[in-house]
């Protein structure tokens, strides 16, 4: 007996157009589902593919004035190509035009007609070309369709049926006995209450217009496109081909889609196509949220249906980052911003400020200095940290597990959190340990230590940044100087301690994610826009890297005098908390120096010291400027102690 494959569907997606962010979200989803599995070290098969039957594919090909088989080729081919651009790794690409599925739709059809759950009859009643679905009176609200709002059609055809007012028990039964089975819980009620209403009957053949998958036996007719696109999760895996396949892969384990072809087709109509076949149903169904671009439907007419790999072109020209890089970015956002389930908005400026925020600065800043400090004091090569206990072990395999729950249960959002809690723990640490004063002080193995260990977070967390962020991890494990072993960890290594070899040859850093400025304007759009040429980068900006290196602190002013000769300057003694300072400050046109001891102020502390009118001062104090140029003391909004960090 093989061992069953963890086996994931994304919808199969219309080929009426190009994909848009809508559909590339499922399929970014599924990936990092897959790419999960696949890191946990399960065997993972993850189909995605094309819906080339429909009555809408037609008359889209028909509008482009061509020929509908050549249509379906090209555009099929699109969605590779885009799926390639989005680094999606599927095992299979299904077309419902390909023969090995519509042998396997055919069978079914006589099958269930043999059996009696396909029957003859006559429809009349509405039908929705874009939802390509058979609709009552009573659904339709104010003529139109409930779903897209859209016209409807009324039909008066000959017809087959599906018997799927048989299964309505049998299908609360189900759901019922197996709590995971619809996800997330609060659609798993719309279902419940969808089927409750009573089911109908379903209309599932069209007459034959010369497009779509005849009905055996009675070519007059072809059969409804979705009872033809949902048995693709079964034909692409061996159902009536290959047994043993068949029974290595099936049932699904997770068959993501958006919430709009959720409850009527995937859970209620899809599970009775199931059991009438005697077929064991899939594990869990889960329907997703919808996106909204900057507040406003998606929507072709609109124009505003952002292409994921135009953004990460675009970002990749503006910035300098590497297209991959700037992929992941979008991946990242998508899976971050919002849980799976919710409804989602996507708009440029929070994409921007999480780029900053998440990737330039939090993830960015810990791999940049402690690689730097490493080239600094160690020649790039990783040192042993000897006896060192101070490290960060507990809180990577701690942040592991929860991790990893949360991706069991698909909250992506919560998942990323913890490593995110986990890297901003890095930094701190970083900060708290403070390296650069270690190697003043010539501490070299507290040094080499605190190093390993910042190293270990970042490590940690390229391994499970990975499913979602696959060329960024990559290129965090090849600055770790661990290219070679990278693609062979899997999720139980994350917390191996002491995980690298003394003497690895760490390179870079190299900074993987530079910090994107305010100057794109919010709202463009995407294709609209042409790239920024590379140079363009502000001459002004400065990294983090850079910032880390100002030492700003806290003082309290102790005592302030004049300096004789010069109307603007004070001299000043500060209390740093652990030492006293002599300072220089040109405040003397707003402040009277009597007034000042006691007074906290912000202080750079590791200016090189200047002699200003013979009086040395140790630091600059900071101030704002008011309007007749005199400089305005700076205040803590709340009380702290003085040699505070200011950050
Ligand atoms: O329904 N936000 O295909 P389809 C999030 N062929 N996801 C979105 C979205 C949005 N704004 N817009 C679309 C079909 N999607 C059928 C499926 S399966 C047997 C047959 C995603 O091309 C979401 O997954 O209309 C939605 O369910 C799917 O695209 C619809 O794709």
Redesign the pocket.
């Known amino acids: 007996m093989t061992n069953k494959a963890y086996y994931i569907t994304?919808?199969?997606?219309?080929v009426?157009d190009v994909p848009?962010?809508?559909?590339a979200?499922?399929t970014i989803m599924a990936d990092i589902v897959s790419r999960y599995h696949r890191l946990k070290g399960d065997d993972t098969y993850f189909l995605t593919g094309t819906?080339e039957n429909?009555i809408k594919v037609a008359a889209a090909a028909a509008d482009k004035g061509v020929a509908v088989a050549e249509y379906v080729d090209q555009l099929a081919e699109d969605f590779k190509k885009v799926w390639a651009s989005l680094d999606i790794e599927y095992d299979d690409f299904i077309r419902t035009t390909e023969q090995r599925h519509v042998t396997v739709v055919r069978e079914i059809f006589k099958r269930l007609l043999e059996q009696g759950d396909i029957f003859e009859g006559n429809y009349e009643g509405w039908y929705c070309v874009p939802c390509?679905t058979f609709l009552a009176d009573s659904e339709l609200v104010d003529r139109k369709c409930p779903s897209c709002g859209r016209d409807v059609e009324w039909v008066e055809e000959t017809n087959y049926y599906f018997k799927l007012s048989a299964y309505g028990d049998r299908l609360l039964a189900h759901i019922d006995a197996n709590p995971d089975f619809l996800q997330p819980e609060f659609r798993k009620n719309e279902v419940v209450n969808f089927i409750k209403q009573g089911l109908r009957d379903v209309s599932i053949t069209r007459d034959n217009k010369g497009w779509g998958i005849p009905v055996p036996e009675d070519e007059s007719k072809v059969i409804y496109v979705?009872f033809d696109?949902?048995i693709?999760?079964i034909s692409a895996t061996g159902y009536l081909s290959d047994d043993e396949r068949f029974k290595s892969i099936w049932p699904a384990d997770l068959q993501?889609?958006?919430?709009?072809?959720?409850v009527r087709?995937?859970c209620t109509f899809w599970p009775a196509m199931l059991m009438a076949l005697d077929l064991p149903l899939p594990r869990a169904l889960f329907g997703?949220?919808?996106?909204?671009i900057d507040g406003e439907?998606?929507s072709k007419s609109k124009g505003n249906a952002i292409s994921p790999a135009a953004l990460a072109e675009e970002l990749s020209n503006e910035s300098g980052a590497t297209r991959g890089v700037c992929l992941d970015a979008v991946r990242y956002f998508l899976a971050r911003e919002v849980p799976l389930g919710q409804d989602g908005d996507f708009s440029i400026k929070s994409f921007r400020n999480r780029f900053n925020s998440d990737l330039a600065n939090d993830l960015g800043n810990l791999l940049n200095r402690t690689l730097s400090m490493l080239g600094k004091y160690f020649d790039g090569l990783l040192p042993d940290p000897k006896d060192f206990g101070g490290g960060l072990g507990d809180v990577i395999s701690q942040t592991a597990i929860s991790a990893q729950e949360s991706c069991d249960k698909f909250e992506f959002t919560r998942a990323l959190e913890a490593v995110w809690q986990m890297i901003g723990i890095g930094n701190k640490y970083v900060n708290d340990t403070q390296p650069w004063n270690l190697a003043k002080e010539n501490k070299l193995d507290e040094l080499a230590g605190a190093l390993y260990s910042a190293l270990e977070v970042a490590r940690a967390a390229a391994i499970m940044i990975s499913p979602f962020m696959p060329a960024t991890a990559r290129e965090i494990a090849r600055q770790l100087g661990i290219a070679d072993t990278f693609a062979s960890l899997r999720w139980s290594d994350i917390a191996t301690s002491r995980p690298f070899a003394v003497g690895t040859a760490i390179q870079g850093p190299d900074p993987i994610f530079p910090r994107l400025g305010s100057k794109r304007k919010e709202g463009t759009k995407m294709a609209d826009r042409p790239p920024a040429p590379k140079e363009e980068k502000s001459q002004d900006q400065i990294n983090y890297e850079y910032f880390s290196k100002l030492d700003i602190r806290i003082a309290e002013i102790m005592t302030a005098e004049r300096i004789e000769g010069a109307d603007k300057l004070l001299k000043l003694t500060v209390n740093l908390g652990d030492e006293q300072r002599q300072i220089v400050a040109g405040i003397a046109q707003n402040y009277d120096p009597d007034t000042l001891s006691g007074r906290k102020i912000v202080l750079l502390t590791n200016l090189e010291p200047a002699k200003i009118r013979g009086v040395v001062s140790n630091g600059m104090l900071l101030a704002a400027t008011d309007e007749n140029g005199g400089a305005v003391l700076l205040q803590p909004d709340a009380d702290v102690s003085p040699g505070s960090n200011v950050k």
């Open positions: 994304t919808p199969i997606y219309y009426n848009h962010i809508g559909n979200y499922t819906d429909a390509e979705w696109a949902l693709n999760y993501l889609m958006g919430k709009d072809i959720f087709f995937h997703h949220g919808f996106w909204t439907k998606i």
